[in-house]
């Protein structure tokens, strides 16, 4: 079974620039997080989808982030402008689905892409 | 607020020798806890998964116990090899929402 992919895995781009990431969940997968993981801190929510609807996005600085899951399959996530503190890694999940028995909502996490903003 | 603390931060050990990392959280309502390995430069991978009924749990040389009593979870490492170099998360999850809860993850660094 393939995982959770991710491109690209390394971004590095100067402040006030825009970025875009890409995400393809697990076949099948219903639900789609998005997390940002600063060095040295655990991964925070940024935004979470169920199918192609929103489900969570109360973390997601909206003021220059947007991310869209169109046809409920893949995902990307942009910046728009980028500063300094968004130098972190973007983490990918997946899951069946988001409630319910434990395996149901297990997420999978991909490699996560690597933002550097200068 | 819904908080995952762990500890130490980072440790070093020389390969074979066992190492015990701790996590105390004050989320709730609790559903369940796990335990993730990430390597550099990959996305987190889940060690074990405990419920509030469940006081130990073992996956290999990894073995994680819970004492939903006084909010604490252990990982221990038994017999490290150079593979286990990661940061090593725990987090709970709540009953309500589903939520993730992320700990700032232990670095273990295992020398030859």
């Known amino acids: 079974e393939a995982g959770v992919a991710q491109s690209p895995r390394y971004k590095i781009i100067e402040k006030r620039q825009s970025v875009a990431f890409w995400c393809n969940p697990i076949?099948?997968?219903?639900?789609l997080y998005w997390y940002q993981q600063i060095l040295g801190q655990g991964p925070k929510l940024l935004i979470q989808?169920?199918?192609?609807?929103?489900?969570?996005d109360s973390q997601l600085p909206k003021d220059r982030f947007s991310a869209e899951r169109l046809k409920g399959v893949d995902s990307t996530l942009k910046i728009q402008p980028a500063k300094l503190e968004d130098s972190a890694v973007y983490l990918c999940a997946s899951s069946l689905g988001a409630s319910g028995p434990l395996l149901l909502y297990e997420q999978y996490f991909g490699p996560g892409t690597r933002l550097t903003v200068t | 607020k819904n908080q995952v603390e762990q500890s130490p931060q980072s440790l070093i050990i020389l390969e074979g020798k066992n190492c015990t990392l701790q996590c105390n959280y004050t989320v709730s309502p609790f559903s369940n806890l796990r335990w993730y390995k990430q390597d550099t430069g990959r996305g987190p991978v889940s060690l074990t998964i405990m419920t509030f009924s469940e006081n130990t749990k073992s996956n290999g040389r990894y073995t994680a116990t819970l004492d939903a009593d006084t909010k604490q979870s252990s990982l221990h490492i038994t017999a490290s090899q150079l593979s286990d170099s990661a940061s090593y998360i725990c987090v709970v999850i709540r009953t309500n929402d589903y939520k993730l809860s992320f700990g700032a993850g232990t670095t273990v660094t295992v020398r030859a």
């Open positions: 076949s099948g997968h219903a639900t």
């Open positions: 989808f169920q199918n192609n609807g929103v489900v969570d």
